[in-house]
């Protein structure tokens, strides 16, 4: 009983609860949901799907959690940063049928670019203490009009074939490369944040800047350096999702993509009051959001419909997740616990 | 001669408790017709409650409000507007993008067929300031005039609602001199209308300047009404500081503590300054010394601390440590030199609530050696449980969030914090506020102790009584000013309150 309650507790309790549900409800749906075969040497099936296009929100989703822990504020430019970042690189290497310029130099260039947005944005709410939704608008507008005159309001399309390995698959290995890409950003980062000190600053930060600045932290480098984290995670993204299509569109790559990764963060039973946070819950919240999106088109609903029904999805985990249902449920279950002794001792 | 006024309000027999604590017990306030009456009495002391308990912010358990010879109950601010009893709070709650004719009238515009009546509306508030003597213009917007003149419409809003009582709450504090003594002109000004007017302020001087009675609260208790010119400054603050002083409590070694004006100087200040905030100042803190700072509450005390640790950075004057010298711009240099600093308000600048006590403690260690060397989870573990049984922290393990914890048992933590850096230089900022009598011993003679061991350390107290038993030296402040230093062999109770209190009377 004990053990049950530490579980519960856990604060990845929840967020794993609501992933295993919907996958849980696939399953009973179609039993062939689960099943991975290899076609061509690479992997198929409903899972590697999902896990594959959720990499671009798990990377966002890190970002997210970091800028939401330091400032209790959310980046919404963060998919202008994806278009902007991939518009860059596609710029940079050129449409001809050879690249204009070496891609490693070409895909830096784009990550730097978005590295400069999230530099940008963390001065904004780290110096000169703006609001962070009201920082990070800026971009959120103009990122995206810097991308359409980079690429003269054109999609750009990149013919050499190898471009596409980001997005798809990498000679001779069968998982996703999106996929590898994610693992390593969220092995790496996690290493980063509990290898070092970064961990307890940003948290500490989170919570209480004013205190953190008294001992010693240097608050407002914190939360800038969360916010360019942020903007590289981004720019990484927005690498996978260009090279997906190899073409830039600059309208619509990573376009609202912002809500799903903030969303993710709270799935993952992240607080958006900043503070303590787990890169994990975001992760799992990345997956949930994109097994409920495929979930809902296996259901044969349309993409225009999909998200009323996600939304409403999403009502239910939120609810459930929040204190203010737990502490309904303690209560039920304490009155059904002196229900159930009364009835015991009136027998 | 002024005792003939007339009773507008008297507050008899007042108590009030919030959870755990008797905020007042049988408090009392009378006030006479055309005076201006000082509420007097040190942090804590209930003032702000009684106030809040006359103008219907909080009910009263006890005791009752007559009003002009009839029993009143103020359920809520607005009630209490209409009894006649009016409030300016420190804060000016105005609305600055309005004009200062909207201002006066919002929420009781005069109406003409079904309109507001602006014409009417600027005359009558044009009116109302040339009646006040104040030469503003009634149609300009409030925030194009200084928080001094807005704090004045404020005072012209309370009074056009025909108060008989005006009540204004710290009105100076964010004054100059100046914005003072107009503020003072319009309350002689309405003084003379026959408005009773109650002053709480921390300033001593302007409580000498304007008031005619002073009535002194301590720890929720009525201590007594008196007359200014009856009651000299020194025994003002003796008033509310309470004189109960516990000789036999002196903890300091005598015989292992004698002076150490003569070691090595670990701080040394000159001309050190923090504009608006704390005068330059001069001060030499030797090693192995207990230094205190008195003063009353907003006399700079903290603010001194903050300017040398750099959690202000100094605007001016020169730091030495060590006879290095020292340019602060930021705590965690001061750190690096062997500083630490327990601020006055645990709570919002001491604990990170969220986390464990054994981060919380860490937490300055690890900050001190970088992000990149990250302190291994045994030495975590081994430091913090090594603290927590020094200083008797009262926990269930090290690893439940520090807001569970009591005031007394987080300040222990946040002590542990900073002594598990190892500082030569340990200001301590109102420790013991909010802590037991137990606890507060405790620390007292870990103050000693440390001393004893060769740290320098600053302890600064509202309680007279506890400074007396710990420090052996004490810098004076007043307003913002650091005023005197009194030697271990000038250190009594009357001397440091006639230093407090400054002045002739």
Redesign the interface.
């Known amino acids: 009983m004990d053990k049950l309650k530490k579980l519960t507790t856990c604060r990845l309790f929840w967020p794993l609860v609501c992933l295993f549900l919907v996958l849980l409800f696939n399953f009973i749906k179609s039993p062939s949901f689960f099943k991975i075969s290899v076609n061509n040497g690479v992997l198929y099936g409903y899972l590697v799907d999902i896990f594959n296009r959720s990499s671009e929100l798990i990377i966002l989703a890190v970002g997210m959690t970091l800028c939401v822990a330091s400032s209790a504020g959310t980046d919404i430019s963060v998919g202008a940063t994806m278009a902007l970042a991939g518009g860059v690189s596609v710029y940079l290497l050129g449409t001809g049928n050879t690249y204009n310029m070496p891609w490693i130099l070409a895909i830096l260039a784009g990550l730097l670019v978005s590295i400069v947005c999230g530099m940008w944005n963390g001065f904004l709410v780290a110096k000169m203490k703006i609001q962070p939704m009201v920082a990070t608008l800026i971009l959120f507008t103009a990122g995206r009009g810097m991308a359409q005159l980079i690429t003269g309001g054109n999609i750009l399309y990149i013919k050499v074939p190898n471009f596409k390995y980001l997005g798809g698959f990498l000679p001779h290995i069968p998982v996703p490369t999106p996929i590898l890409v994610a693992i390593i950003v969220v092995v790496l980062v996690s290493l980063f944040l509990n290898r070092t000190a970064t961990k307890l600053y940003v948290e500490s930060v989170g919570i209480n800047p004013k205190a953190s600045r008294l001992f010693g932290l240097n608050s407002n480098r914190i939360i800038w350096l969360t916010y360019a984290a942020c903007g590289l995670c981004a720019g990484i993204a927005g690498m996978i999702a260009t090279s997906r299509i190899s073409s830039i569109d600059a309208n619509n790559v990573g376009n609202l993509m912002e809500l799903d990764a903030i969303l993710a963060v709270a799935l993952g039973g992240n607080s958006l009051a900043g503070g303590k946070f787990s890169l994990g819950g975001s992760v799992i919240g990345a997956i949930t959001i994109q097994a409920l999106s495929t979930t809902l088109y296996a259901l044969k609903v349309t993409g225009d419909q999909l998200p009323l029904y996600k939304a409403i999805v999403v009502i239910i985990i939120v609810t459930l997740q929040s204190p203010e249902f737990k502490k309904f449920m303690n209560r039920y279950k304490a009155k059904r616990a002196a229900k159930a002794a009364g009835e015991k001792v009136a027998s | 001669m002024s005792d003939e006024k007339k009773t507008v309000l008297s507050m008899k027999n007042i108590s009030k408790s919030f959870p755990g604590v008797k905020a007042l017990s049988d408090a009392q306030l009378t006030l006479r017709e055309g005076e201006i009456h000082a509420l007097m009495g040190e942090n804590g002391a209930g003032k702000s409650t009684l106030i809040k308990v006359l103008t219907g912010v909080e009910e009263f358990e006890t005791g009752e409000i007559i009003m002009d010879g009839k029993s009143i109950v103020n359920g809520s601010p607005q009630e209490a507007g209409m009894n006649g009893i009016s409030t300016v709070y420190q804060e000016v709650n105005l609305c600055p993008n309005l004009t200062v004719a909207e201002n006066i009238f919002i929420g009781r515009e005069p109406m003409k067929m079904g309109h507001i009546d602006w014409k009417t509306i600027n005359r009558e508030a044009q009116k109302i300031l040339d009646n006040l003597k104040l030469e503003i213009d009634a149609t300009e917007l409030l925030e194009n005039y200084s928080v001094a003149i807005q704090q004045m419409v404020a005072i012209a809003r309370a009074v056009d609602t025909q108060a008989k009582v005006l009540i204004l709450d710290e009105p100076t504090s964010s004054l100059d001199e100046g914005e003072v003594e107009k503020l003072f002109e319009v309350m002689n000004m309405l003084k003379k209308r026959g408005t009773a007017i109650v002053f709480v302020t921390h300033f001593l001087e302007q409580v000498y300047a304007v008031c005619d009675r002073i009535t002194v609260l301590r720890n929720g208790h009525f201590v007594g009404e008196y007359k200014t010119e009856e009651l000299p400054r020194v025994k003002l603050v003796a008033t509310m500081m309470g004189k109960e002083f516990d000789d036999l409590a002196d903890i300091k070694n005598k015989a292992g503590n004698g002076s150490r004006r003569n070691n090595e100087a670990v701080i040394e200040a000159k001309g050190l300054y923090h504009k608006g905030s704390i005068k330059p100042f001069d001060l030499t803190i030797h090693k192995g010394e207990v230094i205190g700072l008195s003063g009353l509450l907003g006399s700079g005390r903290s603010e001194l601390a903050r300017v040398i640790y750099g ?1 202000d950075k100094p605007e001016g004057g020169e730091l030495y440590v060590n006879g290095e010298k020292l340019h602060v711009k ?3 240099e001061a ?1 690096q030199k062997g500083m630490a ?1 327990c ?1 006055e308000d645990r709570k ?8 464990s006590v054994r ?1 919380n403690m860490i ?2 260690l ?3 050696r ?6 291994s989870k045994k030495e975590q573990e081994e430091l913090t449980d090594k603290y927590i049984e020094m200083l008797q922290v009262k926990t269930a393990n090290r690893e439940v969030p520090i807001k569970t914890l009591s005031g007394g048992n987080q300040q222990k933590v946040i002590l542990g ?1 900073w002594l598990m850096t190892d500082p030569d230089f340990l200001i301590l900022d109102e420790p013991t506020r909010g802590i037991d009598v137990g606890t507060k011993t405790e620390i007292q003679k870990l103050v000693v102790k440390l001393a004893g061991e060769g740290m320098s350390v600053m302890f600064i107290s509202s309680e007279v009584e506890e400074m007396l038993r710990t420090v052996n030296h004490m810098g004076i402040l007043r307003d913002g000013k650091k005023v005197g230093e009194l030697e271990e062999s000038e250190l009594s109770q009357e001397n440091v309150m006639k230093a407090i209190a400054g002045g002739d009377k």
């Open positions: 959690a930021a705590p965690i750190m600093y601020p919002a600048e001491g604990i990170i609530a969220d986390l981060e937490i300055a690890q900050a001190k970088g992000m990149f060397k990250l302190m914090r």
